[in-house]
C-alpha cells in the first residue's frame, strides 16, 4: 500500500509584537546622568538585538526632552532620567541625589536633584546596561503590551519645579530694570523675558517702570 506524507501546515509569520521604549530626560547635552543613561539603553539594545529579532519584536525608541512644568505634567514625569518600557518605569522606587550638572544649569541654591538608579544591592548615577539588559527581558518573557497613559500626577515635584524656573530665570536678559533677585520671583517663568526686559524709554512713549514690579 503506497502512503504518502501528509502536508505540513504552512508556516504563517508570526506576528510582529511591539517593544516601545521611552527615554524621558531634562537635559542630554551636559548632563551625566542622562548622557550616560542614554549611552547605556543603546548599548542594552545592542547586545539584545538578536533575542529581539528572533522573538519577533519591533522596538520603538522615542527619547523626550521634558523643558517645561506643563510638559513634565502632560508626560507624568517626576525625576530625571526615566526609560519606561511599554509604559512601565524600569525602576521600581524613586531615589535621587543632588546632580551638578543640572544644577548648573538652573543656577539653584538649593540644587537639583536627579535619579539614582539601584541595581543589585547597588545604587548607580546612570541606568546601569545590566538593569536595562534585564527590563528588555522582562518585558519580552512576559509578553507584555503597551499600556495606556501613565497614571496622572497629583502635581509636578518642587524639584523640577526649582529646576524650570531657575533654568528660565537665568536665560532671561540681564535688566536694571528688574534686578536678579527680583526675576526669580516676579513673574511665571514664561513671561520673563518680557517682563523682566529692558523698561521702554519715555522718550519712546513708554513708561520707566517695569512688568514685574
Given amino acids: 500500500m503506497n502512503t504518502s506524507a501528509s502536508p505540513q501546515p504552512s508556516e504563517r509569520p508570526a506576528l510582529a509584537r511591539s517593544l516601545e521604549i521611552e527615554l524621558l530626560a531634562l537635559d542630554l547635552n551636559t548632563c551625566t546622568r542622562c548622557v550616560g543613561t542614554q549611552a547605556n539603553l543603546e548599548q542594552a539594545l545592542a547586545t539584545t538585538q538578536q533575542v529581539l ?3 519577533g519584536y519591533e522596538v520603538q525608541v522615542r527619547t523626550t526632552l521634558i523643558e517645561s512644568e506643563e510638559q513634565a505634567r ?4 517626576v525625576t530625571s532620567p526615566t526609560i519606561r518600557m511599554n509604559g512601565h518605569d524600569i525602576a521600581l522606587e524613586t531615589l535621587e541625589s543632588r546632580c551638578d550638572s543640572c544644577t548648573d ?5 538649593e540644587g537639583t536633584n536627579c535619579r539614582v538608579w539601584r541595581y543589585q544591592g547597588q545604587e548607580y548615577t546612570e541606568a546601569p546596561v545590566g ?3 534585564d527590563a528588555l527581558l ?13 497614571p496622572a500626577i497629583p502635581d509636578v515635584p518642587e524639584n523640577l519645579t526649582r529646576f524650570f524656573s531657575g ?6 536678559p540681564v535688566s536694571s530694570c528688574c534686578p536678579p533677585q527680583e526675576q526669580t520671583t516676579c513673574c511665571a517663568p514664561a513671561e520673563k523675558a518680557s517682563c523682566c526686559g529692558p523698561a521702554p524709554s519715555p522718550q519712546a512713549g513708554g ?4 512688568g514685574c514690579k
Fill in 131 to 133: 538593569m536595562i539588559v
Fill in 105 to 109: 544649569l538652573c543656577g539653584c541654591e
Fill in 207 to 210: 513708561t520707566a517702570s517695569c
Fill in 74 to 77: 502632560r508626560h507624568h514625569f
Fill in 167 to 172: 533654568k528660565a530665570t537665568k536665560a532671561a
Fill in 53 to 55: 529579532q528572533m522573538t
Fill in 138 to 150: 522582562r518585558e519580552v518573557y512576559s509578553g507584555a503590551q503597551p499600556l495606556g497613559a501613565s
